[in-house]
C-alpha cells in the first residue's frame, strides 16, 4: 500500500512538474508571439535573403523562395522559449504575459520599431560624430608634431 501511495504522488508531482514547465513554455510563446520577436526575426532572414539575392543574382529565385520555406516564426520562436525559460522564472513570465496585456505594454510593443530605428539613427549619427572629432584630434596632434621638427 506505501509502494501504490509513494507512486501515486511521485507520479501527482511529476505531471505537476511538467504542467508547469509547459504552461511556462506555452506562456514564452504568448508573449515571443505578443511582442512580434518572430516576425521581427522573419523580416530580418527575408532582408538578408534579399542581401545574398543581389550578391548573387545566378541562384534562382525558386532556389531561395525553398530555401525561406525551412525558416518560420515557430521554428526561431521554439529556438528562443529555452533561452526565456533559462533566464526567467515561472512567475518572471506570468508577469511579463500580463505586462504586455496591459495599455502600457501595448504601447510599447506597437512602438518599439520606431525606438529601435530611432535609436539605430541616434547611434550611428553619434558613432560619425565620434569619429569626425577622432579625425581632428589626429589631424591637429599631427599640425602639432609638424610644428615641432
Do not use: H
Given at each position: ?5 509513494f ?22 510563446r ?23 539575392k ?82 581632428l584630434?589626429?589631424?591637429n ?9
Amino acid at each position: 500500500m506505501k509502494k501504490l501511495f509513494f507512486l501515486i504522488l511521485l507520479t501527482g508531482f511529476c505531471s505537476n512538474s511538467f504542467s508547469q514547465t509547459s504552461s511556462k513554455a506555452d506562456n514564452i510563446r504568448k508573449i515571443l508571439e505578443s511582442t512580434g520577436v518572430a516576425d521581427q526575426g522573419i523580416i530580418a532572414m527575408q532582408n538578408m535573403f534579399q542581401s545574398y539575392k543581389t550578391s548573387m543574382p545566378d541562384v534562382p529565385t525558386e532556389f531561395w523562395d525553398n530555401v525561406s520555406k525551412e525558416f518560420t516564426a515557430n521554428s526561431l520562436i521554439e529556438l528562443i522559449v529555452p533561452i526565456y525559460e533559462k533566464y526567467y522564472s515561472e512567475e518572471d513570465i506570468r508577469q511579463l504575459a500580463e505586462f504586455y496585456q496591459s495599455p502600457l505594454g501595448k504601447k510599447i510593443i506597437s512602438t518599439l520599431p520606431n525606438v529601435t530605428a530611432d535609436s539605430m539613427k541616434a547611434g550611428q549619427e553619434w558613432g560619425k560624430s565620434i569619429a569626425e572629432k577622432i579625425m581632428l584630434k589626429l589631424q591637429n596632434e599631427k599640425f602639432e608634431e609638424d610644428l615641432k621638427q
